[in-house]
């Protein structure tokens, strides 16, 4: 039997990382050892070195909660809105371009459905993908929404000059600049939160639905013929 290479006998290194970062530290430890004795002595003789990677990778992400992603997700976000309404304005001696929302969004829903394909592999639920789509769009909304509440109050000579923001005060019916913002982070929490909970659970459902089809897939390619 030929022994695996050294590199190969070690679990992707991005999957360790997350297992570091994203798995309750009450657990981490333990999990860590039997998923490494697990990945040496079964399932890489078993698999191969990309077959037990893609394996370990996919142990370690089932193992990530729905809330932990969400909140993380969430920070990413409100630091990206940090740069985008306060750093580079600030570099670019207080003149900002406005970025194309669309690949954002594209990535995130990208994101809510793999956390409903997560879930799904974990419990084989599709209500389970679905809770879990809405939960990581939940809290991952609401700390970009807080970020965006924030940064327009605490740096709001800065913001008042974006192109969008003043149109927002011409089409308002409020006196000034931070009452014209505030009332719109309140219909953001009130209307759009929600329904960005609802887009979250959708794409949850569907990741469960994708990991649904995936399985019956496999199962019927190794089926018997």
């Known amino acids: 039997m030929i022994e695996p290479r050294p590199e190969a006998a070690a679990p992707p290194g991005w999957a360790a990382a997350v ?17 490494i004795e697990e990945y040496r002595e079964v399932i890489l003789p078993r698999l191969g070195p990309a077959g ?33 309404d306060v750093l580079l304005p600030l570099a670019n001696g207080g003149t900002g371009g406005s970025d194309d929302p669309a690949p954002i969004a594209v990535v995130l829903l990208g994101l809510w459905g793999a956390a409903g394909y997560l879930a799904w592999q974990k419990t084989g639920r599709l209500a389970a993908a679905a809770r879990a789509g809405a939960i990581v769009a939940l809290l991952s909304m609401a700390l970009t929404m ?48 929600p329904l960005l909970t609802l887009a979250g659970a959708v794409c949850g459902a569907t990741g469960g639905v994708a990991g649904k089809l995936a399985e019956m897939a496999r199962l019927r390619w190794r089926a018997p013929r």
């Open 19 to 35: 297992l570091r970062i994203l798995v309750a530290a009450r657990d981490r430890e333990t999990i860590a050892g039997d998923l």
């Open 52 to 84: 037990a990677r893609r394996w370990y990778g996919r142990q370690v992400l089932s193992l990530v909660s729905s809330a932990r992603l969400g909140l993380v997700l969430g920070v990413v976000l409100a630091l990206g809105a940090a740069a985008g």
């Open 146 to 193: 807080l970020a965006f509440f924030v940064i327009d109050n605490l740096f709001l000579d800065l913001v008042s000059r974006q192109p969008e923001k003043i149109w927002l005060l011409r089409h308002s019916r409020y006196p000034g600049m931070r009452a014209t913002l505030n009332a719109a982070h309140a219909r953001g929490v009130l209307f759009v939160l």
